[in-house]
C-alpha cells in the first residue's frame, strides 16, 4: 500500500479475500478525499452482481452502476466488491437491493450526491432496471437529485 495511504485504517486491500456467504455492509470501507474542494464524479460499474429472488431462490443477474460525487470520505473500491459480492445469496427483490445499496452507501461516506442503477437480466421475458439516487439535504446537492429524477431516463 502506498505510504501516503498506511495511516487510513483500511482493513481490505493488500489482504487475502474473505468472501462473505451472506449480506455484509460491514465490509465497506472508506478513505480520506483528498480534492474536497472540489466536485468530480466516480462511477464503478459491477457486471456481475448476483441476487436470489426472495420467492423462488432463483439467481438473479445485473449490471450495477454507482456514481457519486464524494464528500469527505470516498468507499474503498475492494471492500465494494466484497459488499457486492455478499448479495450473492441474499434473497431480495431488484428494488430493494437497489435502495439497499444506495442506503448503505449514503450512511457509510455521506456522499454529497449517489445514485445506483440495477439492469437486470430478463426473467419470464421481462427486464427490471431501478434507479435510486440520493442528494445531500438543503444543498444543491438534494436538488440536483430532484431534477435528475424527474429527467430520469435508462442510459
Not at 427490471?128 to 429524477?149: D, F, L, S, V
Request: hydrophobic share 30%.
Amino acid at each position: 500500500m502506498p505510504r501516503e495511504r498506511e495511516n487510513e485504517g483500511l482493513q481490505q486491500l493488500g489482504k487475502k479475500t474473505d468472501y462473505k456467504a451472506t449480506y455484509a455492509p460491514e465490509v465497506l470501507e472508506t478513505f480520506e478525499n483528498r480534492h474536497k474542494d472540489r466536485d468530480y464524479w466516480v462511477q464503478f460499474n459491477c457486471p456481475e452482481f448476483t441476487s436470489l429472488c426472495p420467492i423462488t431462490g432463483q439467481p438473479d443477474f445485473a449490471e450495477v452502476k454507482i456514481l457519486y460525487l464524494p464528500a469527505e470520505r470516498m468507499v474503498e473500491s475492494k471492500s465494494l466488491k466484497l459488499y457486492l459480492f455478499s448479495f450473492r445469496n441474499h434473497g431480495d427483490f431488484h428494488e430493494d437491493c437497489i435502495n439497499t445499496i444506495l442506503n448503505d452507501l449514503v450512511r457509510l461516506m455521506q456522499p454529497k450526491y449517489i445514485e445506483v442503477t440495477g439492469i437486470f437480466t430478463p426473467r419470464g421475458g421481462i427486464s427490471i432496471y431501478p434507479y435510486a439516487n440520493y442528494g445531500q439535504p438543503g444543498t444543491k446537492y438534494e436538488q440536483m437529485a430532484e431534477e435528475r429524477m424527474r429527467n430520469y431516463q435508462m442510459r
